[in-house]
């Protein structure tokens, strides 16, 4: 069973606009990490967010924030400000315990950022 | 402070034949893990190492298989190669203990033919 998924494929933002990539994830484990990654066409993979299942406030770090919704199991990516270096693959990322190393990966989302 | 380093960055391999993959993990941290990304997908979770020892492995078959040596550092090898396997295979590092994300090298991409 998939245990991430990200319904857009892919999305098409201006400049300097604000963009929300959304997630969704299953789980049964109370306590989980939800984690955000952008891949450039270079093949890298950069760490932006992390969530804990625990946490009482949204994440953000810079431009980044994590719009979590633990009801409805859902961990959405706002990304403010758009900049062209933002085209990208954007993956959304699940582990299940906080000893578990295994991450669960969605299929991405790929973003384009138009000037 | 260096990152998460692979080698090499590109590989082509015969079917059937075998290949082995290195990555060193980012200064301090003890677990490595291992990823391949097939074109236009997310990453799959192959296996994880520490202490030297193969903790958790994802659902890959026994041609897969790894080394983590005293310094943290990593090897993935394939068996018997085959066309599917043709992807790009990420290291990752990262602290064993607490919430810590992974952290990717460039990764290797291995062409099968």
């Known amino acids: 069973a998939q245990k991430i998924t990200q319904t857009q494929p892919g999305m098409f933002v201006q400049e300097k606009e604000a963009v929300t990539l959304d997630c969704t994830y299953d789980?049964?484990?109370?306590?989980?990490?939800l984690f955000w990654y952008k891949q450039p066409s270079s093949g890298e993979m950069i760490f932006l967010i992390y969530?804990?299942?625990?946490?009482?406030q949204n994440a953000t770090e810079g431009r980044y924030s994590l719009n979590f919704q633990k009801a409805r199991k859902s961990a959405n990516l706002v990304i403010s400000a758009s900049q062209l270096g933002d085209s990208a693959m954007y993956f959304c990322?699940?582990?299940?315990?906080?000893?578990?190393?295994?991450?669960?990966f969605g299929p991405g989302t790929r973003l384009s950022v138009l000037p | 402070d260096a990152g998460v380093t692979q080698s090499p960055t590109h590989l082509i391999k015969t079917r059937g034949q075998q290949v082995t993959l290195r990555c060193s993990p980012k200064?301090?941290?003890?677990?490595v893990s291992w990823y391949q990304q097939a074109l236009g997908q997310g990453p799959q979770f192959i296996f994880q190492?520490?202490?030297?020892?193969?903790?958790q492995r994802g659902n890959f078959p026994d041609r897969f298989s790894g080394h983590q040596f005293p310094n943290y550092s990593s090897e993935l090898n394939v068996n018997a190669l085959l066309l599917g396997d043709s992807a790009l295979y990420l290291c990752?590092?990262?602290?064993?203990?607490?919430?810590?994300?992974?952290?990717f090298g460039n990764g290797t991409r291995l062409t099968v033919t």
């Open positions: 990322a699940m582990r299940e315990t906080p000893r578990g190393q295994n991450f669960v």
């Open positions: 969530q804990g299942s625990y946490d009482q």
């Open positions: 190492y520490y202490e030297e020892e193969e903790r």
């Open positions: 990752a590092s990262s602290f064993r203990r607490g919430v810590s994300p992974l952290h």
């Open positions: 200064s301090g941290h003890d677990t």
């Open positions: 789980t049964s484990d109370p306590s989980y990490g």
